[in-house]
C-alpha cells in the first residue's frame, strides 16, 4: 500500500466497483472495503431459502484489482478534507488528490424501547445474513419482519420456506406502498396468507420487551407478538432467543467516519450536484451514502438502489475522465417476486403523483405472457400512469406470472426520456408464441391508448 492516491474511492460496492472498472487503469487508485468480500446484498434471502449458497453472493476482488486499481482492506476511521487525510483503523494514512465517498447506507432500526435486545436486528449485511442462518440451522421458529417492502417480504417468504411461523408488519394500509398501487397489492397480501405468513397492516411498533432477549413486539393498534410461547434457540454466537425481530424498514447513510461539519449532508445523505460534486473541491460522492433529487419531480427523493448507485458512479467517471456527463435523477425502477406473481413498479405511484400535485389519468390492460392458445401462458396486468396536463408518463406498474424486469425497464426508459402517451402508442413492438400476446395487441400500447381515450374526451 502506497501514502499517496490520484484517486481514493471509500466503498467498496456496486459504486466502487464501476468507478474501478472504468477508471483503474487511467490512475493511482484505491478502493477502500471493510467488509470481508462485496456482496450481492438484494440475493441473500435467496441463501435463506436455500436457493442459492452463500459463495455465491461474494463478489470476487478482481472486480478491483484486476481493473488496476488497488484494494485495501481496512475502515475508514476519519477523513481530514484540509489536508486530503484519510486515516485508517490498521493501515495509519493515506492522502488524496480526489476522493469518493462510495459508502453505502446501514439498516434503519428505530428507536423504539427495547430495540437494543438480543434477537432485535436489521438485515443488510453478510454478518445479518450469517446471524439469521445459524438460528434458523438451529432450531428458530418464530420470526416478526417489521417492513412490508420488497426485502422485508422477500425474506418473510424465505424464513416461512425454512418452516418458521412468520408475521410481516408495516404501517402503511397495503404492501410494496412506494412500489405499487393498492389493486396490484392486494394480489400480493392473497398469496402470503395463502402461503401461511401472519400479515399485520396500519401497525407501527411502539415498544420491544424482554429481559436478556426480545420475548414481546408491542404495535400501536394494541397488538402484542408475542415470542414465549416458542422454544428458545442459540445461535452460533451462543446467544439464546426465543425469536427474532428483523427490521426492513429502509437505509441510512454510512457516515460515521465524518467527523467534522465541513461536508455539507442532509437527512438522505451527503448533497450533491448532477456531477457527483459535493461542497468541498475534488470530493465527489456517489449511491446510497448520498442525497438527490427525482427525475420526475425535481425534489429531494429516497433512490437507495444499486440500480441507481451504478449510474451516479458511471457519470462521475466520464466526469473525471474530462467527458460532459449529468446524472438527471432517480427513477427508482424496481421488482419482486411473491410467490407465483413477479410485481414492479417505476416513477411515482397514484397516490405519490396526487401528493406531488399532479393530476394523473390511469390507463390499464390484462393480456398473457404468451398467445393465449398457448399452454404456458400467464397473466399479465400493466397499469400506466400520465400527467393529465403534458401527456407525460410518470409511472408505470406491471404484475405477471412471468418476468416483469424487462417492461419495468422499458417504462423506465419512457420516463427518462420524457416520453408522453402519443409517443408510447407509436411504440414498435414484436411478437412470439412462446414470448408474447398475439400481435393484434401489446400490454404497454394498449395501457397508452386507454390514457389517450381519456384525454381525447375530456
Given at each position: 500500500?502506497?501514502?499517496?492516491?490520484?484517486?481514493?474511492?471509500?466503498?467498496?460496492?456496486?459504486?466502487?466497483?464501476?468507478?474501478?472498472?472504468?477508471?483503474?487503469?487511467?490512475?493511482?487508485?484505491?478502493?477502500?472495503?471493510?467488509?470481508?468480500?462485496?456482496?450481492?446484498?438484494?440475493?441473500?434471502?435467496?441463501?435463506?431459502?436455500?436457493?442459492?449458497?452463500?459463495?455465491?453472493?461474494?463478489k470476487t476482488d478482481t472486480l478491483v484489482t484486476?481493473?488496476?486499481?488497488?484494494?485495501?482492506?481496512?475502515?475508514?476511521?476519519?477523513?481530514?478534507?484540509?489536508?486530503?487525510?484519510?486515516?485508517?483503523?490498521?493501515?495509519?494514512?493515506?492522502?488524496?488528490?480526489?476522493?469518493?465517498?462510495?459508502?453505502?447506507?446501514?439498516?434503519?432500526?428505530?428507536?423504539?424501547?427495547?430495540?437494543?435486545?438480543?434477537?432485535?436486528?436489521?438485515?443488510?449485511?453478510?454478518?445479518?445474513?450469517?446471524?439469521?442462518?445459524?438460528?434458523?440451522?438451529?432450531?428458530?421458529?418464530?420470526?416478526?419482519?417489521?417492513?412490508?417492502?420488497?426485502?422485508?417480504?422477500?425474506?418473510?417468504?424465505?424464513?416461512?420456506?425454512k418452516g418458521l411461523d412468520v408475521s410481516l408488519?408495516?404501517?402503511?394500509?397495503?404492501?410494496?406502498?412506494?412500489?405499487?398501487?393498492?389493486?396490484?397489492?392486494?394480489?400480493?397480501?392473497?398469496?402470503?396468507?395463502?402461503?401461511?405468513?401472519?400479515?399485520?397492516?396500519?401497525?407501527?411498533?411502539?415498544?420491544?420487551?424482554?429481559?436478556?432477549?426480545?420475548?414481546?413486539?408491542?404495535?400501536?393498534?394494541?397488538?402484542?407478538?408475542?415470542?414465549?410461547?416458542?422454544?428458545?434457540?442459540?445461535?452460533?454466537?451462543?446467544?439464546?432467543?426465543?425469536?427474532?425481530?428483523?427490521?426492513?424498514?429502509?437505509?441510512?447513510?454510512?457516515?460515521?467516519?465524518?467527523?467534522?461539519?465541513?461536508?455539507?449532508?442532509?437527512?438522505?445523505?451527503?448533497?450533491?450536484?448532477?456531477?457527483?460534486?459535493?461542497?468541498?473541491?475534488?470530493?465527489?460522492?456517489?449511491?446510497?451514502?448520498?442525497?438527490?433529487?427525482?427525475?420526475?419531480?425535481?425534489?429531494?427523493?429516497?433512490?437507495?438502489?444499486?440500480?441507481?448507485?451504478?449510474?451516479?458512479?458511471?457519470?462521475?467517471?466520464?466526469?473525471?475522465?474530462?467527458k460532459p456527463a449529468s446524472y438527471r435523477g432517480?427513477?427508482?425502477?424496481?421488482?419482486?417476486?411473491?410467490?407465483?406473481?413477479?410485481?414492479?413498479?417505476?416513477?411515482?405511484?397514484?397516490?405519490?403523483?396526487?401528493?406531488?400535485?399532479?393530476?394523473?389519468?390511469?390507463?390499464?390492460?390484462?393480456?398473457?405472457?404468451?398467445?393465449?392458445?398457448?399452454?404456458?401462458?400467464?397473466?399479465?396486468?400493466?397499469?400506466?400512469?400520465?400527467?393529465?396536463?403534458?401527456?407525460?408518463?410518470?409511472?408505470?406498474?406491471?404484475?405477471?406470472?412471468?418476468?416483469?424486469?424487462?417492461?419495468?425497464?422499458?417504462?423506465?426508459?419512457?420516463?427518462?426520456?420524457?416520453?408522453?402517451?402519443?409517443?408510447?402508442?407509436?411504440?414498435?413492438?414484436?411478437?412470439?408464441?412462446?414470448?408474447?400476446?398475439?400481435?393484434?395487441?401489446?400490454?404497454?400500447?394498449?395501457?397508452?391508448?386507454?390514457?389517450?381515450?381519456?384525454?381525447?374526451?375530456?
Amino acid at each position: 500500500m502506497d501514502n499517496k492516491y490520484d484517486l481514493i474511492v471509500i466503498g467498496g460496492g456496486p459504486a466502487g466497483i464501476t468507478l474501478a472498472k472504468r477508471l483503474g487503469n487511467k490512475m493511482k487508485m484505491a478502493i477502500i472495503r471493510p467488509e470481508e468480500y462485496s456482496m450481492i446484498y438484494c440475493a441473500m434471502p435467496y441463501v435463506i431459502e436455500n436457493l442459492i449458497d452463500i459463495h455465491k453472493c461474494f463478489k470476487t476482488d478482481t472486480l478491483v484489482t484486476g481493473s488496476g486499481a488497488e484494494l485495501i482492506r481496512d475502515t475508514v476511521t476519519n477523513v481530514d478534507f484540509s489536508t486530503s487525510t484519510i486515516h485508517l483503523k490498521e493501515s495509519g494514512q493515506i492522502t488524496f488528490d480526489k476522493l469518493v465517498i462510495a459508502s453505502g447506507a446501514n439498516p434503519f432500526i428505530p428507536p423504539v424501547e427495547g430495540y437494543q435486545l438480543e434477537g432485535v436486528m436489521g438485515f443488510k449485511t453478510q454478518r445479518d445474513l450469517e446471524k439469521v442462518m445459524s438460528y434458523v440451522e438451529n432450531g428458530l421458529k418464530k420470526a416478526i419482519v417489521i417492513g412490508a417492502g420488497a426485502i422485508g417480504i422477500e425474506l418473510a417468504q424465505a424464513l416461512r420456506h425454512k418452516g418458521l411461523d412468520v408475521s410481516l408488519v408495516d404501517m402503511a394500509s397495503q404492501l410494496l406502498p412506494n412500489l405499487v398501487g393498492g389493486e396490484f397489492a392486494q394480489y400480493a397480501v392473497e398469496e402470503l396468507i395463502r402461503n401461511g405468513i401472519h400479515l399485520v397492516l396500519n401497525s407501527r411498533v411502539e415498544r420491544l420487551k424482554g429481559k436478556d432477549f426480545v420475548n414481546e413486539v408491542h404495535l400501536d393498534n394494541g397488538e402484542i407478538i408475542y415470542l414465549n410461547e416458542y422454544a428458545p434457540c442459540i445461535g452460533n454466537n451462543n446467544v439464546t432467543i426465543k425469536g427474532l425481530v428483523i427490521f426492513a424498514t429502509g437505509v441510512v447513510p454510512e457516515l460515521s467516519f465524518i467527523n467534522n461539519s465541513v461536508l455539507e449532508t442532509d437527512k438522505q445523505g451527503i448533497v450533491v450536484n448532477a456531477q457527483m460534486e459535493t461542497n468541498i473541491p475534488n470530493v465527489y460522492a456517489v449511491g446510497d451514502c448520498t442525497q438527490f433529487k427525482s427525475q420526475i419531480t425535481g425534489k429531494t427523493s429516497p433512490g437507495k438502489l444499486a440500480t441507481n448507485a451504478v449510474p451516479m458512479a458511471t457519470v462521475l467517471a466520464k466526469h473525471l475522465s474530462g467527458k460532459p456527463a449529468s446524472y438527471r435523477g432517480f427513477i427508482n425502477g424496481a421488482s419482486t417476486k411473491i410467490y407465483n406473481y413477479y410485481i414492479g413498479g417505476t416513477g411515482l405511484t397514484a397516490k405519490n403523483s396526487v401528493d406531488e400535485g399532479f393530476e394523473v389519468v390511469k390507463g390499464h390492460s390484462q393480456l398473457t405472457t404468451q398467445f393465449p392458445i398457448m399452454p404456458g401462458k400467464k397473466e399479465l396486468r400493466v397499469k400506466l400512469l400520465a400527467d393529465k396536463n403534458t401527456a407525460r408518463i410518470i409511472g408505470g406498474q406491471i404484475l405477471s406470472g412471468e418476468p416483469v424486469t424487462a417492461l419495468i425497464d422499458l417504462i423506465s426508459f419512457v420516463i427518462q426520456k420524457e416520453s408522453t402517451v402519443y409517443d408510447l402508442i407509436d411504440l414498435s413492438y414484436s411478437a412470439q408464441p412462446y414470448q408474447s400476446f398475439y400481435p393484434a395487441g401489446n400490454a404497454i400500447v394498449m395501457a397508452a391508448e386507454q390514457i389517450v381515450n381519456q384525454l381525447e374526451i375530456n
